[in-house]
């Protein structure tokens, strides 16, 4: 057989034909989103459930760590480390003397503790002042001495709200707790000199809930009897 005529034998695939062969048969139609979905969820539901538990708990920890949901959040540094009960009591007993600003039933203060000898802290601290994120801290004098004032930098903001108060300095920057419950009931956890203020450059109205805490708590209008049964004494 002559060879042009050969070549007219081999009939080629029509289209359709091709179709089906990459398509997988003439029975293969294509998914639907919905179908598409539903195939995806059952292969990975496992990996997809285990990865979204993860993403809440850390959600969790870090809403919890940053303060978040708190009516006030307190930045504290000292020296060395304070132990968590302590904190504990801490934050209870300045709470007794915040208002709900939240209004979710309950008034809360959360503190975030930093050693000036652990250098992670003290990196996390930095990020902190370096963002603007804390308006409300205690500092230990030591610590104020040597990171701001020797610096020429008050780092805090007058009060007008504690002027003339007891433990208030004369231009009411700070206050002091050196003659107070919070450091006599403790005096052994905690160091006898830590500044209370609010950071410099803080609005008036978002400084004003702490100032008005530190008033209330200086004037001793609140009942303490609720402390009885918590830690840190």
């Not at 139609?29 to 285990?50: G, N």
């Not at 000898?117 to 990196?123: F, K, L, S």
């Not at 308006?135 to 903001?157: C, K, S, V």
């Amino acid at each position: 057989m002559p060879r042009q005529e050969m070549l007219l034998e081999i009939v080629p695939e029509t289209p359709a034909e091709t179709d089906e062969l990459t398509a997988g048969g003439p029975e293969s139609t294509k998914m639907t989103a919905k179908q598409a979905f539903v195939r995806f969820f059952w292969l990975y539901k496992w990996p997809l459930i285990i990865g979204l538990t993860v993403l809440a708990l850390a959600a969790a920890v870090m809403l919890q760590m940053s303060g978040r949901g708190a009516d006030y959040l307190l930045y504290m540094v000292t020296e060395k480390p304070v132990d968590t009960d302590t904190i504990a009591r801490i934050e209870a007993e300045l709470a007794l003397y915040g208002v709900d600003l939240n209004e979710d039933g309950q008034v809360t203060v959360t503190i975030r503790a930093f050693a000036a000898d652990n250098p992670a802290d003290m990196e996390k601290l930095a990020a902190a002042l370096t963002t603007r994120e804390g308006i409300w801290f205690a500092l230990e004098d030591t610590y104020y001495q040597r990171r701001f004032l020797e610096r020429g930098n008050l780092f805090f903001q007058p009060m007008k709200a504690l002027k003339e108060l007891a433990g208030v300095s004369d231009d009411s920057r700070y206050w002091c707790w050196a003659e107070e419950t919070l450091y006599s009931e403790r005096q052994d956890k905690v160091p006898r000199q830590m500044f209370f203020g609010v950071r410099a450059g803080t609005p008036a109205e978002d400084a004003e809930p702490y100032e008005n805490l530190l008033n209330t708590y200086i004037t001793r209008t609140a009942d303490r009897s609720i402390l009885d049964g918590l830690p840190g004494l």
